[in-house]
């Protein structure tokens, strides 16, 4: 892995063990970086794409009512939320489950010893014994403050109201009393994991790379979030196509 840190700098590595770097800014499609680390190439391609970061951002669908993404976005935007500190037991459940793509018996799992410079690293609950599944994925800037503004003396971010550790049935059941206080019912903790995968397919995420963070095996079930999304920017340019003919 690459050893320059860098603001906005991330890395993933492809089937053939290449390690690819890229500028990542929000709200923008990820920027390859070439040549080599340090480097000059390297370097002048960091600073250009940096010195693009007040250009006009890349423009996601519009989220559908009564997804997970719209409630998210209307609730940023509220009155309400701006009112609030930072630093609930409910938000920083919504953010674990939403920066990382997790499953809840993993939610309740993570701690401060699973962050290792800027990244997230475990191992899945699911099948840990037969057959496991280590996850190493960028600590996304949003969750880290997040996690700041929660101050935990535990192994465990997540603790219940008696300073213990959740059971993945106790958090499930907590999170959907929170989503019903928020006149959600018809939300889980499990539909954030599904949220975080259209989101990455939307913004053009290969089925590959979203494996990478949600730890699926099998592209069958992922490859549902990227035909959806494929199919949709397939359609707009399909009409706009129709529409220069006229």
Same mark, same amino acid.
């Given at each position: 892995?690459?050893? #320059?840190?860098?603001?906005?700098? #991330? *890395?993933?590595?492809?089937?053939?063990?290449? #390690?690819?770097?890229?500028?990542?800014?929000?709200?923008?499609?990820?920027?390859?970086?070439?040549?080599?680390?340090?480097?000059?190439?390297?370097?002048?391609?960091?600073?250009?794409? =940096?010195?693009?970061?007040?250009?006009?951002?890349?423009?996601?669908?519009?989220?559908? @009512?009564?997804?997970? @993404?719209?409630?998210?976005?209307?609730?940023?935007?509220?009155?309400?939320?701006?009112?609030?500190?930072?630093?609930?037991?409910? @938000?920083?459940?919504?953010?674990?489950?939403?920066?990382?793509?997790? @499953?809840?018996?993993?939610?309740?799992?993570?701690?401060?010893?699973? =962050? $290792?410079?800027?990244?997230?690293?475990?191992?899945?609950?699911?099948? *840990?014994?037969?057959?496991?599944?280590?996850?190493? =994925?960028?600590?996304?800037?949003?969750?880290? /403050?997040?996690?700041?503004?929660?101050?935990?003396?535990?192994?465990?971010?997540?603790?219940?109201?008696?300073?213990?550790?959740?059971?993945?049935?106790?958090?499930?059941?907590?999170?959907?009393?929170?989503?019903?206080?928020?006149?959600?019912?018809?939300?889980?903790?499990?539909?954030?994991?599904?949220?975080?995968?259209?989101?990455?397919?939307?913004?053009?995420?290969?089925?590959?790379?979203?494996?990478?963070? /949600?730890?699926?095996?099998?592209? *069958?079930?992922? /490859? $549902?979030?990227? $035909?959806?999304?494929?199919?949709?920017?397939?359609?707009?340019?399909?009409?706009?196509?129709?529409?220069?003919?006229?």
């Amino acid at each position: 892995m690459i050893s #320059v840190r860098l603001r906005y700098l #991330v *890395e993933d590595v492809d089937r053939h063990g290449n #390690v690819r770097c890229y500028v990542r800014l929000p709200g923008k499609p990820k920027a390859r970086l070439h040549g080599i680390p340090g480097g000059k190439e390297f370097m002048d391609a960091y600073h250009a794409a =940096i010195a693009d970061r007040d250009s006009r951002p890349h423009q996601a669908r519009a989220a559908a @009512r009564g997804s997970f @993404r719209y409630v998210c976005q209307a609730y940023y935007a509220s009155a309400t939320f701006k009112a609030l500190d930072i630093g609930t037991k409910a @938000r920083l459940a919504m953010a674990i489950m939403l920066y990382t793509a997790c @499953r809840r018996e993993d939610a309740v799992r993570l701690g401060p010893q699973h =962050i $290792r410079d800027g990244r997230i690293q475990y191992v899945q609950a699911k099948n *840990e014994h037969r057959n496991p599944i280590a996850m190493d =994925i960028p600590l996304d800037p949003d969750l880290a /403050t997040i996690i700041e503004a929660t101050p935990s003396r535990h192994l465990t971010f997540l603790v219940t109201d008696y300073g213990r550790p959740f059971t993945p049935a106790g958090f499930g059941n907590l999170f959907k009393d929170w989503c019903r206080q928020a006149d959600l019912p018809h939300c889980s903790a499990h539909g954030l994991r599904k949220a975080t995968a259209v989101r990455l397919a939307e913004r053009g995420a290969t089925a590959h790379e979203i494996m990478a963070i /949600t730890g699926h095996r099998s592209l *069958e079930e992922v /490859t $549902r979030y990227t $035909r959806a999304a494929r199919q949709a920017h397939l359609a707009d340019s399909a009409m706009a196509k129709l529409k220069g003919e006229r």
